[in-house]
């Protein structure tokens, strides 16, 4: 028996680098897994390289409400309902000061990092309830505790989703519904590699290099790294955790 063995999880950002980890981790231990993600041959890329009959995706907007409650009604439909949402879908926007940021980028990153979340808890919990309960887990950041200069809309949709993770919390615990956050530091992902060539154009391996050594163990993380939490949320193994941040980070911010 797998640790989530009769479980059904959602994941949006399905065929981005943590996503992808954190699906094959969940199929591995037993769930049916609905990969979520604006590109659809991304999305068959990555059921691809999970393999098995454990995985299958959806084409869906996390900012679109219509898109969130399709989510819920296609898992339910394949697989019986849903037990665990993991809201992993999000933008990093521009490197760039606050006083050129463009307002509809702004507006972009809100909505996906923010809006999209919302929706999602929005959407899931009524199928949660008719399960006993579930898990929502939120990938936020280390810069949802700390500034982080040039990135402002980035760090502050961050900052936001813990203010929702809490409150969500609070509000669905005595039904049995969890809900926690996941604050990576910098991972080797295609986000990374975005941000990297805004901070240093001329030089990103150096920019990468830079905050490889600011954290204490002197790497950033593997996509795996953070799906192992992430299961680990997903999982009966956390029932009395809700509520909580849980760093991946290198000692980042020890």
């Given at each position: 028996m797998g640790r989530l063995t009769e479980k059904v999880a959602i994941i949006t950002g399905g065929a981005g680098g943590i996503?992808?980890?954190?699906?094959?981790?969940?199929?591995?231990?037993?769930?049916?897994?609905?990969?979520?993600?604006?590109?659809?041959?991304?999305?068959?890329?990555?059921?691809?390289?999970i393999g098995?009959?454990?995985?299958?995706?959806?084409?869906?907007?996390?900012?679109?409400?219509?898109?969130?409650?399709?989510m819920v009604e296609t898992a339910t439909e394949r697989y019986g309902g849903?037990?665990?949402?993991?809201?992993?879908a999000g933008i990093e926007g521009d490197v760039a000061s606050i006083l050129d940021y463009d307002e509809s980028r702004f507006d972009q990153v809100m909505s996906v990092n923010v809006k999209g979340p919302f929706l999602a808890i929005r959407a899931a919990v009524p199928a949660m309830r008719l399960r006993g309960g579930g898990s929502m887990i939120i990938t936020s950041s280390i810069t949802g505790v700390r500034?982080?200069?040039?990135?402002?809309?980035?760090?502050?949709?961050?900052?936001?989703?813990?203010?929702?993770?809490?409150?969500?919390?609070r509000e669905f615990a005595a039904e049995g519904i969890r809900v926690n956050t996941v604050n990576p530091s910098p991972?080797?992902?295609r986000m990374m590699r975005s941000i990297e060539a805004?901070?240093?154009?001329?030089?990103?391996?150096?920019?990468?290099?830079?905050?490889?050594?600011?954290?204490?163990?002197?790497?950033?993380?593997?996509?795996?790294?953070i799906a192992n939490i992430m299961l680990f949320l997903?999982?009966?193994?956390?029932?009395?955790?809700?509520?909580?941040?849980?760093?991946?980070?290198?000692?980042?911010?020890?």
């Open positions: 996503g992808m980890a954190a699906g094959k981790r969940f199929a591995a231990e037993g769930a049916q897994v609905l990969l979520v993600d604006l590109d659809e041959q991304a999305l068959i890329d990555a059921c691809g390289e098995g009959n454990h995985v299958s995706y959806l084409v869906g907007d996390v900012t679109r409400a219509d898109d969130n409650a399709r849903v037990d665990i949402f993991l809201a992993n500034g982080a200069p040039r990135l402002a809309p980035y760090a502050t949709s961050k900052h936001a989703v813990i203010g929702l993770m809490k409150s969500a919390a991972v080797q992902t805004g901070i240093m154009p001329e030089d990103p391996e150096a920019a990468q290099q830079s905050m490889a050594t600011n954290i204490p163990m002197q790497r950033y993380a593997e996509p795996e790294d997903a999982s009966d193994e956390s029932h009395f955790v809700t509520g909580s941040t849980y760093f991946a980070d290198g000692g980042n911010t020890a």
